[in-house]
């Protein structure tokens, strides 16, 4: 897909938006014992509504922005939010999913891969505490608490993405159809 | 073309796949005063007006999911916190006389100065930010060096221990929790005065792991832990001495040493508020 100028302006704009409003308020509202994560949702949305280069780009530029605000080290969020944007973005390529579940099942995958991707690379750089069982239960908790606001983060970005998305060749068709321009028994 | 989309596609996802290790490697290999520390700095200084701002805006939308999560966790701390009640009644009467005695020896020895954390010159800040994995147990908070605050200081809140500072900018800091897997905490039994070093559970923030006590020591369900305000004979702790940390749930006698639990006395999860102590022991400190 194209990126136009406004159409990146508005992508930078949101990954600005949402890692700010992720740090100062979603991170600090506990939902059964755990909190909402919405940078792995917003990736996968932007990776799926504009493909998987640009997925890829904002994941890792989301990643940076959090460990740079976050001070925390630099490369693991950017290494494992660019995966996620990036096979967002192959799905819509490959499979270009209609269903109207879809985000809330890719925004499933998209936390458990982050949250699996975060402690994967903190056991490799050395954990120097024990690590509970309930790190699991956090883990599946997390999902979770993302999978319900999965739909309404991905309406969000679409909304805010959709005035500079290119027109979709099949949004067009279904327009024209229900106003009667192609419809074959308009035809008939 | 659709060989070149292909190519594209993959260099763009190496390249960046590239620099997130070089980055990784870099930051992970480098001293806390190299440049890419630098870097954080003075990005965490510009945003952390920022954060400040929108963290202030923010607050009543914070305020309104955080009653439905309260709501939500309502029912299990209500059961929770009668079974708290039943043993704190027990304990009350247990104490009352331990308090009475405890006041006349405190005016004897002029204690109660001593374990003031007056004296240590509290700085009172507001959580503006906050990690959102259960792998960094950190918080942004609005004050920096330009106001008193250096690395390494102790952070309360009105329940007890919160952490410590680890990262300072003129006008924020990064407090790294108690709940944090690269934090410890020298700390005694508050009732027997054995010694040992709280660590968290990863992936449970309610819950601490008191190491190193020997099988010996007395420790039994409900006593207090405080921190200890040494790490060895000869060596003070960077906590004073005497701060609450948590209550003891659960011992486990099944080792060498004895693992005792702890649920921090700290609401770590909604910090709102918390206080820096500015002056560490011996009076150094702004």
Redesign the interface.
Known sequence: MMITPQLGVRIAVLAVVATIVEIAAVSQVSIFGVSADLSPLVVMSVGLLTGSITGAVVGFGVGLLLDLTLVQTLGVSSLIYLGVGYWAGRIRELRDPQAALTPLILGAAATAGATCGYAVIQFLLGVDAPVSLLLVRQIVTTIVVNTLIALPVYALVRRWLEPSLPDDPRRRRRRAYTTGGLSPLSRA | MYDKTVR??RA??GL??A??????????GEAAGGG?HA??RG??EV?AP??DG??RA??P??DL??W??DT??AKGQRDSLRRQLQQLRNQRIQNADAVRQLAELKKIFNLDHELSLASYRPLTSR??????????S?V?VDRGSGDGVRVDQPVVDGDGLVGKV??VTPNSS?VTLITD????VSARISESGALGVV?????????L?MQYLQQGDAVRTGNSVVTAGTTSGRLDSVFPPGIPIGQVTRVDQNDLFKGVHIRPFASL??LDYVQILLRTRGGTGP
């Not at chain 2, 620099?19 to 992970?28: G, Q």
């Not at chain 2, 660590?199 to 819950?207: E, F, I």
């Open positions: 594209r596609r763009v996802l960046l796949v620099l997130s290790l070089i980055l990784l490697t870099a930051y992970f890419l870097v954080q990005f965490v945003v920022i954060q929108a963290s923010l607050k939308v914070r999911f955080g439905f999560g939500l966790d959580v503006i930010g906050r990690a959102p994995t259960v792998w960094y950190t942004n680890t990262f990064v897997h690269t934090s410890g660590q968290p559970a990863v992936g449970n923030p309610n819950d792991l999860r909604t």
